[in-house]
């Protein structure tokens, strides 16, 4: 039986900082349907290779990481966010940081580790339904699904996005920095020769810049029932 049989999904794809993570999960629960962060499976590869101590240039070793950890979501107490459990511990903070982020833009070229985490991602497609979040969703991941939805937003917006969620989390960031590795990881993400970002063909394109979240929620939300 085809996947598509299965379950419906809706892909939203977009660059870091696009509000994919938020909106993501509001419209999961809008619908009741499954959530699904790819973007925090690469960064859960990288956190756990770095626990290892492997170095992410020896792709064997940062490839038999990602067929072997053991990630896990669960909804926190009061749903307002969702917490990564990577082999058994709690590193939703971790996952957040800059550095996380930056690795799993380095071992996601991997094609090898790329392909170890797609039948997990497959795994993820159960009734009612999946919201998909990540970069390739619509484009590679689920090719057929019926609703496609790709997140923008200017780089500066994003840095500032970005900048308020770690302050809020105590963590040590500059506004300048941030701003230089978002506009650097566009470039890397884009440029890529496996799966790079861009807007899945039907996908429907919002330009979330200076917009509130409920009205970004409400014209994603239109996209599976207009």
Not at 17 to 35: C, D, M, N, P, Q
Not at 133 to 151: E, N, Q, S, W, Y
Request: glycine residues 8%; aromatic residues 4%.
């Amino acid at each position: 039986m085809p996947h598509s049989a299965v379950a419906p999904v809706l892909t939203i794809d977009g660059p870091s900082g696009s509000g994919k993570g938020t909106i993501s999960r509001l419209v999961a629960e809008k619908l009741g349907w499954h959530l699904l962060d790819s973007g925090a499976l690469y960064r859960a590869v990288g956190y756990a290779a770095a626990e290892e101590g492997i170095d992410l240039s020896d792709v064997d070793a940062v490839t038999r990481c990602a067929q072997t950890v053991k990630i896990r979501f669960r909804a926190s107490p009061d749903h307002s966010e969702t917490h990564i459990l990577v082999n058994g511990h709690d590193a939703t903070d971790e996952l957040r940081t800059e550095t996380a982020g930056a690795a799993a833009s380095a071992i996601a070229v991997i094609p090898s580790v790329r392909q170890a985490l797609v039948d997990m991602q497959l795994g993820f497609r159960k009734g009612p339904g999946l919201v998909a979040d990540g970069r390739d969703m619509g484009t590679v991941i689920f090719p057929d699904a019926a609703h496609k939805v790709f997140l923008t937003a200017s780089a500066s917006e994003r840095a500032k996005r970005r900048y308020k969620q770690l302050k809020d989390k105590g963590l040590s960031v500059t506004l300048a920095g941030l701003q230089r590795e978002i506009e650097a990881r566009d470039e890397r993400d884009a440029s890529r020769p496996v799966a790079p970002l861009k807007p899945a063909e039907g996908a429907v394109v919002i330009d979330t810049t200076g917009m509130p979240i409920d009205v970004v929620v409400a014209k994603v939300f239109a996209v599976v029932r207009p």
